[in-house]
Nanobody, 124 residues
Framework: QVQIMESGGGVVQPGGSLRLSCSAS????????IGWFRQAPGKALEGVAC????????YYSDSVKGRFTISRDNDKNTVYLQMNSLKPEDTGVYYC?????????????????WGQGTQVTVSS
């Protein structure tokens, strides 16, 4: 049984940082493209970051480019999303995802596995 588990969400002030972690069981993440979606209240699901499993290529949405960094530790079968200079509009539920054809455009239809989500709230 495949399980994707996020952690690291919380409440942070504007300008602060958080690091989300995503661990997996039942699959080897380095065999998949991996990414992060977010769902803000009242807004559509947004793909914010994605990493290829064939090289070091990454994709970021314009809304997070320069502030967020996606990385993976294959030895730990874990993916990270480092989020810096957080803004109130970054608030939402963040989902770790994996899929074989996810990179780079991140269509939600290409997601093979979803995590349960972790809440990030940016507020003063």
């Amino acid at each position: 049984q495949v399980q994707i588990m996020e952690s690291g969400g919380g409440v942070v002030q504007p300008g602060g940082s958080l690091r989300l972690s995503c661990s997996a069981s039942g699959i080897t993440l380095d065999s998949y493209s991996i990414g992060w979606f977010r769902q803000a209240p009242g807004k559509a699901l947004e793909g914010v970051a994605c990493a290829s499993n064939t090289d070091d290529s990454t994709y970021y949405s314009d809304s997070v480019k320069g502030r967020f960094t996606i990385s993976r530790d294959n030895d730990k079968n874990t993916v990270y999303l480092q989020m810096n200079s957080l803004k109130p509009e970054d608030t939402g539920v963040y989902y770790c995802v994996s899929g074989r054809v996810l990179f780079p455009n991140m269509p939600s239809s290409a997601v093979a596995y979803w995590g349960q989500g972790t809440q990030v709230t940016v507020s003063s």
